[in-house]
């Protein structure tokens, strides 16, 4: 193994010493010249891109093509972006005899893929198969390669590298400084890639086939964000046209999640992935009133799909007379039992409920058009075939046994008509539960009503039953453990046909309807086959807080492993104060002398009172979702930090934040994992029980 920075000291005879140290200068030299050549190549290629940009409108043979042409490159162009505090390249794998493919080559392993003039690769991309052994090579499974080199960079700058002789059985794995200092270098802004630090466990996840839905059960700080990040990353990667079609899905808990996660996929040179909450899914009408938590519990629960099915099905009628047509020239008569099996036909089928009304409507033309062939002894032409479609007997006939039906004009049908919610929830909800679901007040029509975000799911699923939604080919689901059944349908429709990485931790579920268990949730999401897989040991919570937050798990009712960190490092300080605001201050002022991100974390009511003392005080504050903000101070209410992570952490008054939620010992427990370098827990009351130990 051999460790080189510029400040290194290393003991060894004169002469010997010189000699060495000229020797890792000179290699040290050698990569940052690579590293210049590999920007400057960069920098040439991005040029390139802009040039093609500029002209594509002069090259392309029509508008059609010019425009494509133009989307292209322009994608391209923000694909070859360079940030210059962000390393090209972070390791290099020199591989011996061992791989006939790859004997005596040496790849540097970067973030993109940079070639030189000729197309010679500087750079390979992190997802290229031969990267692979840069994360999975171990001393026992060399993969051919003989030595594995790490680099550390501060500010974009190459300031040291790291080999492991893997050929003589040299491994560091979690031991590398350079690892370990990347892992915990203090972090303000968004959340960073992790390309430089994948361990063989999460890449083993990334890596998966796009066929393959898993769950991905994380304990806090082990980086099954990233995972899904990265996987996401990965797989546009290996299947890029036929995600660019079918796309890519990124769903998070709220907008400061997503704003918190939104510069990792452009860093690794994808600029085409959409990101969304639930809520932004399922937003077919505004949201402009708030259900009782009771009444919106039981909005989310599975049985209201069942109750909106039976309730469109109930709109599907039976014919009850023939029908005549005229075309101008001849009448054209459909009897009664044709319209019958024709309507039975379409039912069976099972198609979304517009499409079936459509049916309907195609196969009655379908038995016009055959008598007026036999007739005629021609075909009618198109126009002919949309006039009778339009016809009033055609019609009449459809608004009687398929009548159209909107989503909104569906569920407030429901909602105020207690007769057609009593047929459709019949052995389904109680009397009490129909009664209490019709409690809201609605206005006399659909666009009149004040619409809750319960409703908004429930109308989604409405309109899965109406309508055939457009999909997704891969979907990450993160923070899944909040999902309620009806959400996870919600999902399920945009990812019929594709694959998905769901992530969550069932001990962090803080939402009324959180999980219980992971194979309830993947067959809401339509995936009951998907691998559930455990990780564990974190690697960005310290020891001393996994501890102190480990000691409510017992109290939480999951079955989930407690969870491990390999950080030895950081420190936990519990302490009793009588005024919460001046020693939220006090403590804030104390954490601006370390580098890194502070977080203010208290119960919702009190966060505009801590943001006030604290400006009082000097201090610039940002919240949750500003996370392009200068200000190194977060203050953020305990519902809206699942995700979020902070170099020090402030928790104030723990007893509030779990008296504020009924499942506030699950909220108390996201809050304490919030912290990757320090904790600080200020308490006037009596710490929560299961916490005091």
């Known amino acids: 193994m051999t460790l080189h920075a510029p400040e290194q000291t290393l003991h060894a005879p004169e002469q010997t ?7 890792l200068d000179a290699e040290l030299a050698a990569e940052r010249a690579h590293l210049d050549t590999s920007r400057a190549a960069l920098r040439r290629m991005r040029e390139r891109a802009e040039a093609l940009f500029a002209t594509g409108d002069k090259v392309a043979g029509d508008a059609y093509t010019a425009e494509q042409l133009g989307r292209h490159m322009a994608r391209r162009v923000k694909e070859l972006a360079d940030d210059p505090t962000t390393p090209l390249f972070f390791g290099r794998l020199d591989f011996g005899t061992g791989d006939p493919d790859h004997a005596g080559r040496e790849y540097h392993v970067g973030r993109r893929h940079v070639t030189d003039d000729l197309g010679e690769p500087l750079v390979l991309d992190w997802r290229a198969p031969v990267s692979r052994s840069f994360y999975r090579a171990s001393a026992r499974d060399p993969q051919g390669v003989a030595v594995r080199r790490r680099f550390g960079f501060s500010a974009g700058v190459l300031t040291s590298f790291e080999d492991e002789h893997l050929d003589r059985g040299e491994e560091l794995g979690t031991a590398s400084r350079i690892l370990t200092a990347e892992i915990e270098r203090p972090r303000v802004g968004p959340m960073r890639d992790i390309v430089a630090t994948i361990q063989p466990e999460q890449d083993e996840l990334v890596r998966a086939d796009l066929a393959d839905s898993i769950c991905v059960q994380g304990a806090p700080g082990t980086g099954k964000t990233a995972v899904g990040l990265h996987r996401a990353a990965y797989l546009l990667y290996l299947h890029r046209e036929r995600l660019r079609r079918s796309g890519v899905l990124i769903v998070g808990p709220n907008r400061a999640f997503l704003s918190y996660i939104a510069a990792v996929l452009p860093a690794l040179g994808e600029v085409e992935v959409e990101q969304a909450t639930v809520e932004d899914l399922v937003a077919r009408v505004p949201v402009r009133a708030v259900d009782d938590p009771a009444v919106a519990t039981l909005k989310h629960d599975v049985r209201m799909a069942e109750v909106l099915r039976r309730a469109v099905d109930a709109h599907i009628g039976t014919p009850t007379e023939p029908i005549m047509v005229s075309d101008g020239s001849f009448r054209w008569r459909v009897g009664l039992d044709p319209l019958h099996r024709l309507v039975e036909e379409t039912r069976r089928e099972g198609l979304p409920y517009a499409t079936g009304r459509e049916r309907v409507r195609a196969r009655v033309v379908g038995l016009l058009q055959r008598q007026s062939e036999a007739r005629r002894a021609e075909s009618p032409s198109d126009a002919w075939l949309r006039r009778m479609g339009k016809a009033k007997p055609v019609t009449v006939l459809l608004d009687a046994v398929w009548p159209a039906l909107t989503p909104e004009g569906l569920l407030h049908t429901l909602l105020t008509d207690a007769d057609a919610l009593a047929t459709a929830a019949d052995g389904l909800l109680s009397a009490e539960e129909q009664e209490l679901l019709r409690s809201g007040k609605l206005g006399r029509t659909p666009k009149a009503t004040k619409w809750t975000a319960a409703d908004a799911v429930l109308i989604d699923e409405a309109a899965g039953l109406i309508e055939r939604p457009g999909g997704f080919g891969h979907v990450v689901v993160d923070e899944a453990q909040d999902l309620s059944p009806m959400q996870c349908r919600a999902i399920a429709r945009r990812s ?7 992530l969550g931790d069932l001990a962090q579920g803080t939402a009324p309807w959180a999980a219980r268990d992971w194979r309830e949730s993947l067959a809401h999401l339509g995936k009951p086959g998907a691998a559930v897989v455990p990780l564990s040991v974190g690697f960005r919570v310290p020891a001393a807080v996994v501890a102190f937050a480990n000691r409510l798990l017992p109290a939480l009712a999951v079955d989930v492993p407690p969870a491990e960190s390999l950080r030895r490092d950081g420190t936990l300080d519990v302490r009793t104060v009588d005024d919460l605001v001046a020693a939220t201050v006090a403590e804030v002022r104390a954490a ?3 580098d890194g991100s502070i977080g203010v974390i208290a119960a919702d009511d009190t966060v505009d009172r801590l943001r006030t003392a604290l400006g009082e005080a000097g201090v ?5 979702d500003d996370v392009e903000a200068a200000a190194r101070v977060t203050v953020v209410p305990a519902t809206l930090v699942k995700g979020l992570e902070y170099d020090h952490v402030v928790v104030v008054e723990p007893a509030a934040i779990v008296a504020a939620e009924p ?12 912290a990757v370098s320090r904790l600080a827990v200020l308490h006037r009351d009596p710490l929560p029980r299961p916490l005091a130990g």
């Open 496 to 502: 019929e046909h594709g694959s998905i990485t769901l």
């Open 663 to 674: 499942r506030g010992l699950h909220r108390l427990y996201v809050v304490l994992t919030r």
């Open 17 to 23: 010493l010189d000699a060495s140290v000229q020797g």
């Open 592 to 594: 601006l002398a370390h």
């Open 620 to 624: 610039e504050t940002a919240t949750a």
